[in-house]
């Protein structure tokens, strides 16, 4: 089947195909679309005249090379698939089924005639062996499940109907959710389903395979309460008072370990506040968020849509797809949703609501952290299907259109 390309992630890799000092190490949620990114790089390289035999393809999670466990049984596979003359180019899917493959992968790039590309499925992937081997020698590429623009364009490739009322199929996309698979199955309930497996295999692989949790009661507890929460305000106090209410005890070092473990296997993601007055970050108050909503979705019964945590997520993983940096702002006793930050000094500022409309006190309150901020950066008021206004200088947009079209924040 012809695999739809995700051109925001092979446009930031592309510069990189041909370049054997430099690993290209591409992560992110079990399945996102990884493995398919790294077929479409190989289609992209046979397209430019790069013969088969040049191209070593090992997917870890397949019968063919399951077994494969060791640094010495991966050596001698790739030896084995080595049979072409001059550069080579590796891809190995889900290498931290593999012990200390640090070493392999850093001899292959020594021998400079390997263009290699390697994919995880969890934090593990870049801390340890890796990170003090080969500093400077890897370039991570982070990958997300589907934005809306990448959602509409894979259902349009795949000849699935489209919604005409933009609005109408952004809804549908936040109960769809952005995991690429889930899109070939036609019925909510075959989604959900999907989604629920996606939640187990990353427990059973990236969690109870990697990490001792004694109690998976509690941590299946803390989980569920996270996800309940995603966008909302917390601190550790405040989880463990929560937990503690609802006749769960747990040690504060405890609920740390289980949360981290959950930002590991990519289950969620933190963002700090930043207090925009201090220029500090406010260490003890942070939001989580979900690297896709299927996972609420899939785990509650409810399927009203709360716009405001939803709206949060949708900008918040969209933004993180364009590379910009994340924080919570506050400004006094006011908050402004995020601060997003690329390169080295370029800000944007961002403040989310699902209308202004018709309440003149919401348009106040939702204008009001944005018009307290006296730089020149840019300032986005984002909701959901209003009629565009002016106010201030701050540009008023509508997510369904804005991430349709794939904009930046400049």
């Keep these: 089947m012809e695999l739809y390309r995700r051109e925001n992630y092979l446009k930031k890799i592309r510069g990189f195909y041909h370049d054997s000092e430099i690993i290209k190490v591409i992560t992110g949620v079990r399945r996102c679309g990884k493995s398919s990114l790294m077929l479409t790089i190989m289609d992209e390289l046979k397209e430019n005249n790069i013969k088969d035999d040049n191209i070593i393809y090992i997917n870890l999670d397949k019968r063919k090379f399951k077994s ?3 640094a010495t049984q991966l050596e001698n596979m790739i030896d084995i698939l080595s049979v072409a003359d001059g550069m080579k180019y590796l891809f190995i899917d889900e290498i931290q089924n ?20 390697i994919t995880g ?16 020698r890897y370039i991570e590429f982070e990958m997300y499940t589907l934005t809306f623009e990448e959602y509409i364009g894979m259902k349009q490739f795949y000849g699935k109907e489209i919604n005409p009322n933009l609005t109408q199929e952004f809804d549908q996309y936040i109960y769809d959710g952005g995991f690429p698979k889930a ?8 989604k ?22 004694n109690n998976t009661a509690v941590f299946d507890k803390v989980q569920t309460y996270i996800i309940n929460n995603f966008g909302a305000t917390m601190s550790i106090n405040n989880i463990l008072n929560d937990l503690h209410n609802d006749g769960c005890t747990i040690k504060r070092e405890t609920l740390n370990r289980y949360i981290q473990i959950l930002i590991d296997a990519k289950i ?17 108050e942070q939001k989580y968020y979900l690297a896709d909503l299927g996972f609420y979705y899939s785990t509650n019964t409810d399927n009203r849509i709360n ?7 949708i900008v918040y993983l969209y933004a993180k797809s364009k590379d910009y940096e994340i924080s919570v702002g506050r400004i006094g006793k006011l908050e402004c949703d995020f601060i997003l930050r690329r390169g080295q000094s370029d800000y944007s500022y961002i403040q989310i609501a699902m209308t202004i409309m018709n309440d003149i006190s919401v348009e106040n309150r939702e204008y009001k952290p944005l018009e307290l901020i006296k730089d020149n950066y840019p300032k986005y008021l984002i909701t959901r299907d209003d009629l565009i206004q002016r106010r201030n200088g701050i540009k008023h947009v509508n997510a369904p259109q804005f991430m349709k079209d794939g904009l930046l924040f400049e």
């Design 192 to 213: 959900r389903t999907y989604i629920k497996s996606v939640v187990s295999e990353i427990l059973e692989k990236d969690i109870k395979r990697r990490v001792k949790v």
């Design 307 to 313: 716009y405001g945590p939803i709206l949060e997520n």
């Design 68 to 70: 494969i466990k060791t």
């Design 98 to 117: 593999v012990k200390d493959f640090e070493e392999v992968i850093n001899a292959f790039r020594e021998d400079g005639d390997y263009s290699i590309f």
């Design 183 to 190: 899109l070939h199955y036609d019925t909510m309930e075959d």
């Design 268 to 284: 969620l993601y933190k963002c700090q506040r930043f207090d925009l007055k201090s220029r500090k970050s406010l260490q003890n």
């Design 121 to 136: 499925s969890n934090s593990y992937l870049l801390s340890g062996e890796l990170i003090t081997k080969l500093t400077g």
